[in-house]
């Protein structure tokens, strides 16, 4: 199993279908921070359908609180359009926990420094655009690190 954990996510379509993603992959969701919308919101119940029945969700108020629960800190990858390592160079181990940032700005230096040795970047070899949607990048390292697994 995998953790995916959303920094503050801003758009609930986004988070609604990171959490689809979740149900059909038996991944984790960890959702930290202020979020941009009430867990209840229609657009995000809409994005993720009937699945949140299904969705393995944990709420933390703080990523502190996420970290003191979150067992091994060494097995956090951060994921930014600012870093240079691709993320298929991370030895992806089942628990691994790949962190995502909002919408807007991404992680934050802070959170980027403290797991530097741990931040990797999805390339867009057309360079045409700064970053790729949300789920769209959660959905792309997720599933290349369960294919890696061999986890179906």
């Not at 960890?30 to 299904?54: E, M, T, V």
Request: glycine share 6%; charged share 25%.
């Amino acid at each position: 199993m995998l953790h995916i954990a959303l920094w503050q996510p801003e758009i609930p379509p986004n988070t609604g279908n990171v959490a689809r993603l979740c149900a059909a992959t038996g991944c984790r969701l960890h959702l930290i921070g202020k979020l941009g919308f009430k867990i209840d919101d229609k657009h995000l119940r809409r994005a993720g359908l009937d699945y949140w029945p299904s969705v393995d969700l944990k709420l933390h108020a703080t990523m502190a609180d996420f970290e003191a629960e979150f067992k091994n800190l060494d097995r956090i990858f951060c994921l930014s359009a600012r870093a240079v390592r691709p993320y298929t160079q991370i030895d992806i181990r089942s628990g691994d926990c790949l962190m995502f940032g909002p919408e807007s700005c991404g992680l934050s230096p802070e959170i980027m420094e403290r797991h530097r040795e741990r931040t990797f970047v999805i390339p867009m070899p057309a360079a045409k655009v700064r970053s790729l949607n949300l789920s769209t990048a959660v959905g792309i390292v997720v599933y290349d690190g369960l294919r890696r697994l061999q986890s179906w």
